[in-house]
Each structure stands twice: as C-alpha cells, then as structure tokens.
C-alpha cells in the first residue's frame, strides 16, 4: 500500500492517491484541476484509477473528479447531501471501498459544510489514516461561514459550527491516536484560520496541540470559530456550485483560451472600449514602467489565483497581459485552477506601454505622511494586530472595488500591505479608477521599515 500526497502551494491544497499494490489499482481523493499528474502516477504505478472520492464540494479551488471519470471510468463517490449532477455514487456512513487489504470507510462530518465526509482508511483490519477534507486540518478545523443556501447567513454559521463541534468530538478525536490525519487544506488556505504550516498529523498529536480539539463547552466552541474568520473570496459560491456540476476538461478549456496576439493601437482602441479589466501579472517595476490602461498589477505568485478571484468577480471577462508566453501559459492554467479560464477574453504578452506609475519618493515621505491619504489593503484583522500608520483608512483589497469613492482625493494617496504584494494590485487599482485625478503611490516593500516585528 502507499499513500501518496500532492500539494498546490498556490492553493494551499492536499490531494491523495491511495495505491493498492496488489490489486494494481488506485483511489483518488479531492484531486486539483489538472488531472495529467494522477494519471502519470497511475502509469508510473502501472495500475487503473478505479475510484475518486469528494469530501466535499470545494469553496476554493476546482476538481477534476468529472474529468478523471471521463477518461478512466473510476467511479465517483460523494454524500447523497451533495446532490450532485454529475454520475456517481453515494459514500455516507456505513458504507466503504474495498481496495485489497485496504478498507476506506465513510463518515458524515457535517460543520465546514453541511456535506462533508471523512474517509477513515484500515489496512488489514488496523486505523492507518484519517482524510478529513475540510473538516480536520492541522491545528485548526474548517470555517463554517462559506453555505448560505439562501437563507441567513449567519444563522447557518452557526449551525454549521455546532455540527462542527460534534462531529471532531464524535467522529474523529475517538479515531486510534496514531491514526495519521492527511487534510485538504495547509497554511495559507481561506478555509481556516490557523492552520500549520504541516501537510499531515496525526490524531493523538492534533488532540494534544489542536485548539478546536480542547475541552471546552459547544458555546465556547462555537464562538471561538465564527470569531475573526478570513474574507470569503468572491468566486468562493462560483467554484461550489461549478464543483457540484463537474468542470469541463482542463486542457481542453485552457485551449479555448484566445491568447498570443500582439497588442497595436487599433486593438488598444478596441479593448478599451470594451471597459474590461486587464490584469497585468508581471512584476511591479515593469509594470510601473509601463502597463496598458486599466490594468490592475496582480502580480503572478503563491496568492495570484486567490486574489484572482477575489477582485475578479464570477462571469465578469477580463484580459490577461505577462510579460512571456511561458508566464502567461502558467497564469492561464492558474485562472483555470479556479474556474476562471471561460471568462478571459484574450491573453497577450506585452513588451511595452506608454502608461507609467511614478514610484514613491521614501524620503519625501517619511516625517510628512500627514501630506498624503494612506490606504491600507490589509485585512481587517492585520490591522487589529498592528495599525502601521495612526490616520490610515483600512479598506481591505478584497473590498477595494466597490469603496473607491470613498477615499479622499484632496492629497496624494498612498498604499500599503505588509509586504508589497497586495498594495501593487491596490495602488494599480485606485490609479485606474481614478484616472488620474490625484497621485497614487505604491509603498511596496518600504512598509517593512514601519512594522514592529
């Protein structure tokens, strides 16, 4: 038998294969978009992909379970609470896939959703390992706040919190304490709030150092969890419901994708009368030096696909522009990681702009910040920890949008993260909307010399 464990750093995401070495066949769980490195491990394994398992529609990235299907036949299993329109079959407790010796039972642990399963697996009749989904991570446990079902909110937050509450304590913290725990999610996923920065525990370690699996009362519980979680990105609801459906195959989709063209004036003159974002994915200074109008820097990195989604919104088209045509393939199949790919108008590689951004003059700056309009695109609780600049105005990047009016445009503004990532898409931003009615800077990494470590 072997376990084997892949990791989108992008995404913070987990997926697994679970290999039976003498029945030459493998069980996926929660694979990524791109199914091409499950089918290589197949082929390196020499054996047929005979099952995938969803632990749960995904909020944050989508999966390949629909494709994976089509070109396998592997039957898909998911809770009968999914209602899924694509063909599978229904995996809720009591029931089980028997691979060999090895023996992969379901459990219902509703709380991140209300749909969540979790796959305990035994071989040869003894608790090896627990695949928790969204439900357990690594010194954390799912967030309960991402299922309206039209209803409200936070009413079903707390529901979901509540289920939360029994189903670690009654489903999984009784699991043997040498039960190796393999999650969806590690740090840096929306899903949680503090999660470790490890890609596997175990059931007595979690039960040791994991807040949510402390004595404490259910209301305790519950408070604690629904208090200061992370913003929920706006193609969350979008990659749920695309989840539930299926995607259509990744290559394919990627290929659909309009991309390579070069950008002349009458084509400028075109787009622009589109009024579309365009977002411009190479580093800063070039951007800087010059970038096309309306364009938001969203440079290409770990959190590019996550904010992606969250200034984009779902259906809304937009243009992509990197600096090459590798880097613009990799942001490409990256839109696409999260459902994305359909909504690009066209791609193109730019080598020059005539639209330029003056860089921030540090020491002007410093002992003068009075001078300037300082936004801060932190979120909400980076600010509580720390507020870098006393008379700053925090409207977080994920809001940023829909709250330009709202800044003053009666001196230079300035913007700021806490490291210089957030504040190029942000400074871009605001540059864009207001179309040159007042100087925007982008602080970038010289915010580092305002925060206390």
Not at 43 to 51: D, L, R
Not at 60 to 78: C, K, N, P, R, W
């Amino acid at each position: 038998m072997e376990i084997k464990q892949w990791e989108d750093k992008n995404l913070a995401q987990f997926s697994y294969g679970i290999f039976s070495n003498c029945e030459k066949k493998i069980i996926l769980i929660d694979p990524a978009r791109n199914p091409r490195q499950y089918l290589d491990y197949a082929k390196e394994m020499e054996a047929e992909i005979t099952g995938i398992i969803e632990t749960h529609p995904h909020a944050d990235f989508v999966s390949s379970h629909l494709e994976l299907h089509q070109i396998t036949g592997a039957t898909i299993y998911a809770s009968r609470l999914v209602n899924p329109a694509y063909p599978h079959q229904t995996f809720d407790e009591g029931q089980f896939i028997q691979l060999g010796k090895i023996k992969l039972l379901a459990f219902n642990t509703p709380g991140h959703s209300p749909d969540s399963i979790s796959i305990l697996l035994e071989h040869d009749g003894k608790q090896k390992a627990v695949f928790t989904g969204d439900t357990l991570f690594i010194g954390d446990c799912g967030r309960p706040d991402l299922r309206e079902d039209g209803g409200d909110a936070k009413t079903v937050a707390n529901k979901l919190a509540r289920q939360m509450y029994h189903s670690l304590r009654n489903k999984l913290i009784v699991l043997q304490d040498d039960a190796i725990v393999y999650p969806t999610h590690g740090a840096g996923t929306l899903c949680g709030k503090a999660l470790s920065e490890a890609s596997s525990s175990t059931i007595g370690e979690e039960k040791k150092t994991n807040w949510s699996l402390q004595q404490q009362t259910e209301e305790e519980f519950v408070s604690k969890l629904l208090n200061e979680q992370p913003f929920v990105p706006a193609y969350f609801p979008f990659d749920i419901e695309l989840n539930k459906k299926g995607a259509l195959p990744f290559k394919e989709s990627i290929e659909k994708v309009k991309a390579g063209a070069a950008i002349n004036a009458e084509k400028l003159k075109q787009i622009n009368k589109q009024n579309l974002w365009m977002i411009d994915v190479r580093d800063q200074s070039a951007y800087k030096e010059g970038h096309l109008p309306g364009s938001i820097n969203l440079m290409e990195g770990e959190k590019f696909d996550t904010w992606l989604g969250s200034i984009i919104q779902p259906h809304e088209r937009f243009y992509l522009v990197a600096k090459d045509t590798d880097q613009l393939q990799d942001v490409i199949e990256r839109a696409a990681a999260i459902g994305y790919e359909s909504q690009i108008v066209e791609a193109f590689v730019l080598e020059a702009a005539s639209e330029t951004s003056d860089a921030i003059n540090i020491s002007k700056f410093k002992g003068h910040e009075d001078a300037y309009t300082i936004i801060d695109v932190r979120n909400t609780n980076e600010v509580k920890e720390q507020k870098v600049f006393e008379k700053s105005i925090n409207i977080p990047l994920a809001d940023l949008r829909d709250k330009i009016s709202e800044i003053p445009t009666n001196k230079p503004v300035v913007v700021h993260c806490a490291s210089g990532y957030r504040s190029a898409a942000g400074s871009s931003l605001i540059e864009s909307k207001l179309d040159g009615r007042v100087n925007v800077f982008d602080l970038g990494e010289a915010v580092k010399e305002y925060i206390k470590e």
